[in-house]
């Protein structure tokens, strides 16, 4: 009787409620042997007798665990690491060297540049005021281009130019201006005269200003200022001979028949040297072109010149670049000629 009374008692039913609970709580952590001694104990001796928290074990046990993907051992996730790590660094190592490609082409194209030497220099004006004389540079270099000019005085009326220029495309400017305070007697560019006392000095004027004042009897010399105006030594000219006997009377000896094809202007430019050659020897008198079997023709002597020198008031004697430029230009008139082709200072 007092069994039967016990088991409507609402306050077992509610302990009973709370343990079904707690064992419910507690199943997985069975399940998974993971509760403590204690637990099992309590959810061994609950299932015996409650059908509702055997059901709720039945279907814990049914249930499939989900499996966590194993973990990379690791020396399988240091390979990956270790090949990520080398790929990297083969990228980084291109990338490095194109950037020095690309730099390097870069100076070329961009800073393509260096000091600029007088045969690269052409003056194209000149303009003088009464304080001022005014230098327009030209390049001579198709294709180059100035930079950047410095201007240095070594004294009074000397200057120094440094020009830096060339192809790359910070070279952009065609012509460079030198501002120089007067007076100006003389400009140089790396050493190399290019304006002297109110003359433009050109590479024929550097070229041959050191023969000035030479030795007529020099015979060297006579080949140098021969019409072949050629560097070969002499016994490599078949078609040129040199009559050495008188050292005030050059005479250049041909054969016959190039002596008697030769044209008018090539008789002209003979002339010319000639002229040059007297200016630059003065114990020089004249100079003959022979026919090899033939008479003898005066082509140039230092009368002619001397003629030509006073009629433009220019004096003989060679003393610096000036000089010997306004001679030149006595005998050399045509304009715009580059002799930078043929003469290099």
Partial sequence: MNEHLNSHDPSSAKQNQSTCEIVRDLLPLYVEQLASPASVSLIESHLQNCPECQKQFKVLQETEPELEAPDLPMQEALSATHKKFFRNRVVVWCLAVLCLLLAGGGLVVFWNQAHLHASNITIAKVTKSDQQTILLLGNASEGNGFAKM?????????????ILGGSGWLNQKPVEMAILSNPVHSVEVEGDVIYQDGEIITAQCRYFFPDANGNSADIERMWRFSPALSSAEPGERPDL???????KDWVWILPD???DSMDHWQYQTIQKQ?????????????????AEHGGTH???????LDRLLEEHNVKGKIETYADLQKILNLIYPEEGYDWSAQYHA
């Avoid at 001979?241 to 050292?247: E, G, K, M, V």
């Fill in 150 to 162: 410095s201007v240095t005085s070594k004294g009074e009326g000397e200057y120094s130019l440094s």
């Fill in 241 to 247: 001979r040199a009559d050495t006997n008188n050292p």
């Fill in 257 to 259: 028949n190039s002596y």
């Fill in 274 to 290: 000639s002229l040059l050659a007297l200016a630059l020897t003065p114990g020089l008198e004249s100079i003959s072109l022979k």
């Fill in 298 to 304: 005066i082509v140039a002597s230092r009368g002619e």
